[in-house]
T-cell receptor, first 113, second 112 residues
């Protein structure tokens, strides 16, 4: 079945620096790759996603890149702010299920003022 | 976001007890899911349902059962709770052709 690996598990950056979180997936049939942000004590919320027919997508300070050949995708956050501190999860669709998401184990991002 | 509501928000139960977690949604989504979250393990899929008559096992279905009572309602049951089922449980919904999930607020379950 699908396996999603996420790195690093923790990331600490200074305010204003960039942060990059990387994920790899195993199922070549996966076609949708979302990123979720979970603040302490809250539910995960979708922040950006990308489909397999696109290589890059941007939304203000966040961007996601996808390399289908290498089966990896990355989240890029520029000009980080303290409110970006949270746990971030990547996910990929399970190819055989037509829509289930398999999640990575998460990255705890800390942005220091 | 009140679109996906989970009850209860917190629950402490004893080993061996049967417990039901409920999820209801007003988003009109066909697809509903139950995940559990454990520190360092991310979100793992327990069961999912693509419509009212469809129930499927996920990665970690042992010890759990579900019921899809209506398009808007999806319940998760622990028939005989055990301590390693202590976790944060999330319900989620999605549309058929849009895989982006909307999560509920979660149920924190403690089995003692």
């Amino acid at each position: 079945g699908e396996n999603v690996e996420q790195h690093p598990s923790t990331l600490s950056v200074q305010e204003g620096d960039s942060a990059v979180i990387k994920c790899t997936y195993s199922d070549s049939a996966s076609n949708y790759f979302p990123w979720y942000k979970q603040e302490l004590g809250k539910r995960p919320q979708l922040i950006i996603d990308i489909r397999s027919n696109v290589g890059e997508k941007k939304d203000q300070r966040i961007a996601v890149t996808l390399n289908k050949t290498a089966k990896h995708f990355s989240l890029h956050i520029t000009e980080t702010q303290p409110e970006d501190s949270a746990v971030y999860f990547c996910a990929a669709t399970h190819g055989g299920s037509q829509g289930n998401l398999i999640f990575g184990k998460g990255t705890k991002l800390s942005v220091k003022p | 976001d009140a679109d996906v509501t989970q009850t209860p928000r917190n629950r402490i139960t004893k080993t061996g007890k049967r417990i039901m977690l409920e999820c209801s949604q007003t988003k009109g989504h066909d697809r509903m899911y139950w995940y559990r979250q454990d520190p360092g393990l991310g979100l793992r899929l327990i069961y999912y349902s693509f419509d009212v008559k469809d129930i499927n096992k996920g990665e970690i279905s042992d010890g759990y059962s579900v019921s899809r009572q209506a398009q808007a309602k999806f319940s998760l049951s622990l028939e005989s709770a055990i301590p390693n089922q202590t976790a944060l449980y999330f319900c989620a919904t999605s549309e058929k052709d849009n895989y982006g999930y909307t999560f509920g607020s979660g149920t924190r379950l403690t089995v003692v």
